[in-house]
T-cell receptor, first 112, second 115 residues
Framework: EAQVTQNPRYLITVTGKKLTVTCSQN?????MSWYRQDPGLGLRQIYY???????DKGDVPEGYKVSRKEKRNFPLILESPSPNQTSLYFC???????????FGPGTRLTVT | AQTVTQSQPEMSVQEAETVTLSCTYD???????LFWYKQPPSRQMILVIR??????QNATENRFSVNFQKAAKSFSLKISDSQLGDTAMYFC????????????FGKGTKLSVKP
């Protein structure tokens, strides 16, 4: 089954404790991205990757890191999480332009 | 700047009836694409339908169709024969040639289908 998977689905952590949210896709897509969804603000792009070893900032990259060492994986790293990073996070992947994007199930992150 | 506006925060419809969700957008780009995504209570984001700006014909996917009015920059979603499973948040989104795949989302419309 073609899908984007994310782990964990739920995470509660404390301020400053490094964490990684994994994302994997089995559709051989070149394009992958991370979004966060907040009430009243909709979805906003954090980072994206056009291909292996090619990443760039989206609209709200502060406080996040990513890496793309393999085509199928695109982890999101929070080196020192803060409460304002409490959000619902989505990973997405897409083929050629317009990168019709398919989303993972979401990760609910709470930082206390 | 590119923007997407959904002016209806909430809507409701009776089962089996038809409902139309509104979306307007603003872009100066000529090469762009529009999408509707559905987010049910499970929170999964599901692609419903897409429209290429260069195509005059409105896209259709089963019970879902769009009314794309390019000059008016309007992109509404029509759901026919509404079903209880259509209850969800619906997001309109835009991407364009220079956006590097960034989807610009509207704030969503919460649709409730009532039995």
């Amino acid at each position: 089954e073609a899908q984007v998977t994310q782990n964990p689905r739920y995470l509660i952590t404390v301020t400053g404790k490094k964490l990684t949210v994994t994302c994997s896709q089995n559709m051989n897509h070149e394009y992958m991205s991370w979004y966060r969804q907040d009430p009243g603000l909709g979805l906003r792009q954090i980072y994206y990757s056009m291909n292996v070893e090619v990443t760039d900032k989206g609209d709200v990259p502060e406080g996040y890191k990513v890496s793309r060492k393999e085509k199928r994986n695109f982890p999101l790293i929070l080196e020192s999480p803060s409460p304002n990073q409490t959000s619902l996070y989505f990973c997405a992947s897409g083929g050629g332009f317009p990168y019709e994007q398919y989303f993972g199930p979401g990760t609910r992150l709470t930082v206390t | 700047a590119q923007t997407v506006t959904q002016s209806q925060p909430e809507m409701s419809v009776q089962e089996a009836e038809t409902v139309t969700l509104s979306c307007t957008y603003d872009t100066s780009e000529s090469n762009y694409y529009l999408f509707w995504y559905k987010q049910p209570p499970s929170r999964q984001m599901i692609l419903v339908i897409r429209q290429e700006a260069y195509k005059q014909q409105n896209a259709t996917e089963n019970r879902f169709s769009v009314n794309f009015q390019k000059a008016a920059k309007s992109f509404s979603l029509k759901i026919s024969d509404s079903q209880l499973g259509d209850t969800a948040m619906y997001f309109c989104a835009l991407t364009y040639g220079g956006s590097q795949g960034n989807l610009i989302f509207g704030k969503g419309t919460k649709l409730s289908v009532k039995p």
